[in-house]
Structure formats: C-alpha cells, structure tokens
C-alpha cells in the first residue's frame, strides 16, 4: 500500500471540501472494495476521505410505501432489519447472501452501488425494484445510474446519500454463487411494481442489466412457467475463467425461475 493522508469528516460539506481539495482524492466507506485495491497496489489516492463519520448518511426508515437506506448503511444492518425484512423480503435476503459476516459487516450499500461491480448484488435490487439513487447534487433513477463496467453516472466528487426503494407487490432473488468468492456468477432479481415487472440480471453480462423478453412474458402470467423457452444471447455475457458466455446464458434461465418461485413464496 502506498502512503495517503487520511480524513474522517462528519459533514457533507466537509468532505466535498476535503476531496475538492485533496490533488488526487477518493472516497472510502467500508473500504470492502477499495481497501483490496489499495493493497494491491492498483490505485494510489492523495487522500481518503472516510464517509463512516457522517451520521445523515447512515440508516433505515420505512415511510409509506418507501424503503430508504443511508448510503453508509451496513449490509449486515440491511439483512437484519425488521422493518426491511418485513417491507421488501426479497431486499434482506439479497443483503444477507453478500459475502461473509465481515464483509457484512464492513461493507456499505453506498459503496456497493457507487462501485458498480458487473458481480454485485445490490445492484439488481437498485435496478429490479425501479430505486432511486439519491446524491449530494441530485436524484438519479436506476434505469440511468448503471452506465457500464465499473461505471456509473455518478460526477467526481459526488456522493451518494441514500437509495430509495419503492415497495413492490412482491419480489424475488436468487444467486448462484461463484463458490470461491461469493460473488454472483448470476443473481436475478424479479419485482412486480407498481409500474410493471421488472427482470434485473446481475454477474451475467459486463454491467447488470434488464430482461425484457421475461419482463413481457411475465407482465402476462407471473409465474414460472411464463419464463420457458426464454434464451439468453451468450455473446453478451461474461466469458472468463469462472464461466463461459453459454454458461451464464443458461445460468440466467435457471436462476430467474427460482427467482420467481421465491416472489411467489
Ligand atoms: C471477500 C469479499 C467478498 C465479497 N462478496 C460480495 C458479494 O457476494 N456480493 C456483493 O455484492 N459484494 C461483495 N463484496 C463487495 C462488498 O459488498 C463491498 O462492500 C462493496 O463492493 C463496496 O462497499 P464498501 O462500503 O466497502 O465501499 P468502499 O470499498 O469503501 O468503496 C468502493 C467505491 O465506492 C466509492 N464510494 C463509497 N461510498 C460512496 C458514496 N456514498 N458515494 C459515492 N461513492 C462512494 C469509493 O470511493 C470507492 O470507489 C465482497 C467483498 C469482499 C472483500
């Protein structure tokens, strides 16, 4: 690891202003992801700037048919929380399957979507349930915050402050499980909305991404048998060490059926 200057603000301002002025600044949350990369040698940043210290960004609150998650919010928090648990089932699950206990426990929602990892799970619930990412400068819908690999269409220096989660009529997740890093060789999460079904494919492709031939064959029938004979293009999966395109591709047909079972109970 190379030497940085470390900073834990407990305002927003304080640390827009710290990373303004740092000359090559980042932000850290859990550290989950960056911390690894730091080690690694593959970033080298002036500065970090902790998130971990600024208590409006931390939280669960159920108001109406609305969950909102602080950003630094732990995933272990998520997955124990009664009120998640009994609003969007579906959403603690996803929460839970995350890791192990200390990644769980470190790790944040913020810090999950704002890295956009093509093999993380809160992305698909960000994607599936239609959430909205809400930042320092502005509200961002899911269908135009995941941009691409790694990418997404948060502006240097902006910070994400919550998500807000629509309460579906019912939802379902499933992952099959790369077994060495539990990560998501596949996740799908399936929500009925109040605007629609919607279909969110995570591990499978470069970036998570909406499945619109099920969406439409189950706007028609929720139910698991809607999605026979649904494919999946493996040239636009994954294709590496952990699975072939034609893999994932199967491993999306799979994994959505169980998806919808969960929904249905
Ligand atoms: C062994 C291991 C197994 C894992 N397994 C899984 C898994 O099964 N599923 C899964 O989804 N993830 C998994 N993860 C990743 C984990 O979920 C991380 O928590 C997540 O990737 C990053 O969250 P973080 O809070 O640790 O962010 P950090 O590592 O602190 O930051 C990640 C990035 O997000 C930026 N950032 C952080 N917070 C904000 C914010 N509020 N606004 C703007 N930018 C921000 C940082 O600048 C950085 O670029 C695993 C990690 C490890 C180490």
């Known amino acids: 690891m190379y030497a940085f200057n470390y900073h834990r603000p407990k305002s927003l301002a304080d640390a827009a202003k710290l990373l303004g002025d740092a000359s090559d600044g980042k932000f850290i949350a859990g550290g989950q992801t960056l ?30 048919s609305t969950v909102s998650i602080g950003a630094i919010t732990k995933h272990g928090a998520v997955a124990t929380s009664a009120e998640v648990k009994k609003a969007i089932p579906a959403l603690s699950t996803l929460a839970g399957l995350i890791g192990d206990p200390a990644v769980r ?16 799970d809160y992305p698909s619930a960000v994607l599936g349930l239609n959430a909205t990412v809400h930042t320092t400068k502005r509200k961002i819908a899911a269908d135009s915050f995941f941009t691409g690999l790694f990418e997404t ?6 910070i994400i402050t919550k998500i807000e ?10 992952k099959f499980r790369n077994p060495a890093s539990r990560y998501a060789m596949v996740g799908v999460f399936v929500a009925e909305t109040a605007d629609g079904v919607r279909v969110a494919v995570t591990g499978a492709g470069p970036c998570v991404f909406r499945h619109k031939e099920m969406e439409a064959a189950l706007s028609k029938s929720f139910s698991v048998d809607a999605l026979k004979g649904i494919k999946t293009d493996p040239a636009k ?3 590496d060490i952990h699975g072939s395109g034609e893999y994932r591709a199967h491993l999306v047909g799979v994994v959505a059926k169980r998806a919808v079972q969960n929904a249905l109970g």
């Open 35 to 64: 911390l690894p990369t730091l080690k690694n040698r593959l970033a080298s940043p002036s500065d970090l700037v902790d998130l971990t210290g600024i208590a409006e960004l931390s939280g669960i609150s159920v108001a109406g």
């Open 105 to 120: 426990n470190m790790g944040t929602v913020g810090g999950s979507v704002a890295n956009n990892d093509p093999a993380a």
């Open 153 to 158: 269409a948060l502006a240097d220096g902006e």
């Open 165 to 174: 989660f629509p309460v579906p009529k019912r939802a379902g997740y499933e």
């Open 237 to 239: 999966m994954n294709n």
